[in-house]
């Protein structure tokens, strides 16, 4: 199984929301560049008799498409799994891992399993909020703002 730091969890969670955010502007503005091209053609009666002549109708999809930019107010994910402290090698303090899989004795392990909560709201500039069995936790200035490098 694959392990990560939380911060660098936090760090790529965020980096994929704004990249999906981005990528939706992106598609958005290539449709608007299409949209002079593009024209509905249609045929409709000069008049409302049965056997009126018809004239031609261009109308430019641009007149269909909202004006307004599409974006991602919320992203959010959720798990359950157990906090374990694991001693390492070559290490002086233990890491806090969390589990995520089943145990493999389940009758042998007495961790618990956690809820927990991350989401990023576009109001709070994509700003990490966690949450561990519905407590909301104080992340320290490192793992809120910019870059991990």
Not at 38 to 48: D, G, K, Y
Not at 108 to 113: K, N
Not at 116 to 139: N, Q, T
Request: hydrophobic content about 40%.
């Amino acid at each position: 199984m694959a392990s990560c730091d939380f911060d660098t969890l936090l760090y790529g969670l965020r980096d994929a929301v704004c990249a999906a955010d981005e990528s939706i502007h992106a598609r958005r503005q290539a449709l608007r560049r299409d949209d002079d091209t593009h024209a509905l053609h249609a045929w409709v009666p000069a008049s409302p008799e049965t056997d009126a002549a018809l004239e031609p109708v261009i109308i430019p999809l641009r007149l269909f498409r909202d004006h307004r930019r599409p974006h991602i107010a919320v992203m959010s994910i959720e798990f359950e799994g157990r906090f374990v402290l694991r001693r390492e090698r070559n290490a002086s303090k233990p890491r806090l891992v969390i589990e995520m899989g089943k145990p493999r004795f389940r009758w042998f392990s007495r961790a618990v399993v956690h809820h927990v909560r991350i989401s990023y709201r576009s109001i709070d500039a994509w700003r990490p909020f966690v949450e561990i069995d519905g407590k909301s936790i104080d992340l320290p200035g490192m793992c809120v703002a910019g870059n991990p490098s």
